[in-house]
């Protein structure tokens, strides 16, 4: 498979990485189910809604999101992110303690990160969920270790992360 975007001209192309091939197909396994909702609007607004693809939304809808003020949740932002990682904790936490298993919330929260990471993968890791996402790390490992994790200490570890990996995030 090959894969690209591009914002400009492109100067070398190259190969997806398996990473990168794998997130592709998964997308587009989920692109074409969604599909199959209601090809004409319903999965365009899904896709918008869940993945933060603006471009399959029709114009209609688009202009009724802004009219509303709601335009925002076409983006996939940490709200998501945090959201596909907590409800992924809770279900493995309730199906743990079922089995009372000891340390259940440090295996929980070890085990929201793989559908975590998915979601980001799937939404095409845009800034603000690649953000969210290690943010979400750094809470869950902190569970998991025993101890309790900050919501400022996460977000700043977040913001230098992300700040040493790509410097010219700084103005996005």
């Known amino acids: 498979h090959v ?46 809604i869940l993945l933060g693809d603006r471009a399959a939304v029709p114009e ?21 992110v945090a959201g596909v990682a907590g409800a992924a904790f809770m279900v493995l936490l309730g199906s743990l303690l079922a089995v009372d298993y000891r340390f259940a919330h440090r295996f929980a929260a070890l085990g929201a990160l793989l559908p975590t990471y998915g979601y ?8 603000s969920a690649q953000r ?24 700043g570890f977040a913001a230098v992360t992300l700040l040493v990996s790509a410097p010219w995030t700084l103005t996005s």
Request: charged fraction near 20%; proline fraction near 4%.
């Open 120 to 127: 980001i993968l799937l939404a095409d890791a845009p800034l």
């Open 60 to 80: 209609a809808a688009l202009q009724a999101f802004e009219q509303t003020g709601t335009a925002h949740l076409l983006a996939v932002s940490g709200l998501h």
């Open 132 to 155: 969210a996402g290690v943010m979400v790390t750094m809470f869950m490992l902190g569970l998991a270790i025993g101890r309790r994790p900050r919501g400022l200490d996460c977000l």
């Open 3 to 48: 894969q690209w975007e591009t914002r400009g001209d492109i100067e070398m192309v190259q190969p997806a990485d398996w990473l990168s091939s794998l997130a592709y197909i998964i997308r587009r396994t989920v692109r074409d189910r969604l599909e199959r909702v209601d090809p004409h609007f319903g999965a365009s607004v899904l896709k918008g």
